[in-house]
């Protein structure tokens, strides 16, 4: 038996009838989508391109933005608000195969928060701290913090590919077969499909041979601006499902 996690009773004699709780699944998670989306493309614009392949370039890309380790912290947030308007379009589905694909890709979203909050944060807040330390640094201990930032580049690299496909590849492709079956708009539900089949893949093919395409592609293109404006716009089209205001019991 399917339980709705925003449909659970309300203190007192408060209820929530089932056609409300789909008001609210719609309503909480569009926002949510939109908040997210919005913030997580806002906040990796801001990042930049880190050339990560040069590390005496990196301490001088994070040293000129004061911003860096914000921004990070930032990304993990509204990936975190989008999850949860995920896992609230997977208990607006009706079908079965629709919400048992809407379940796993949360699942694997929630997975894919958790590797990227440890990557980012760890990198987040690594980097400045080493750009900063080569301000005026003598060549010696300079030469040693360049080899320091290569080590953590390395370190973080094979992670953030990982969060990419967990977080937004099979997420987008997952919800999007769902959205098809359960009567969503096709076209969302296969526009999500795409471009969470060419992260997932793209992610995967950087892993196995590395620079086989740019990483500003990855994590530019398809992360930061189409991944997020898939969830802005099923964001809106949840909003518009919501219908009327939700009323009281």
């Known amino acids: ?6 449909a659970q009773p309300l203190e007192g004699n408060m209820s ?3 056609g409300d709780a789909t008001r609210v699944n719609a309503t909480v998670g569009g926002t949510c989508l939109i908040v997210g989306g919005v913030a997580f493309a806002t906040v990796r614009l801001l990042h930049g391109d880190t050339p990560a392949a040069d590390a005496e370039g990196t301490l001088s890309f994070v040293a000129s933005r004061p911003s860096y380790a914000a921004v990070h912290v930032g990304a993990v947030f509204a990936a975190l608000v989008a999850l949860i308007g995920l896992i609230a379009l997977a208990s607006s589905l009706r079908r079965p195969a629709a919400w048992q694909l809407g379940r796993a890709g949360t699942a694997s979203a929630l997975v ?8 980012s944060s760890s990198e987040g807040l690594a980097l400045p701290e ?6 005026g640094a003598d060549p010696a201990l300079r030469s040693d913090l360049v080899s320091t930032v290569r080590a953590v580049t390395a370190a973080t690299h094979g992670p953030s590919l990982v969060a990419m496909a967990l977080l937004i590849g099979l997420p987008l492709l997952l ?11 096709s076209w969302l539900g296969w526009t999500g499909i795409v471009i969470g089949a060419t992260t997932l893949i793209t992610a995967t093919s950087l892993y196995v041979v590395p620079d086989v395409v740019p990483g500003a592609v990855l994590y530019g293109l398809l992360a930061s601006v ?6 802005v716009t099923l964001g809106v089209v949840m909003l518009r499902r919501a219908g009327p205001s939700l009323r009281s019991a």
């Open 175 to 185: 919800s999007g077969l769902a959205m098809v079956i359960d009567g969503y708009p």
């Open 112 to 119: 894919g928060v958790a590797i990227f909050g440890v990557e």
């Open 226 to 231: 189409l991944a997020q404006m898939w969830l």
């Open 1 to 6: 038996m399917r339980v709705d996690w925003f």
């Open 16 to 18: 929530v009838e089932p």
């Open 130 to 135: 080493l750009a900063k330390a080569a301000t």
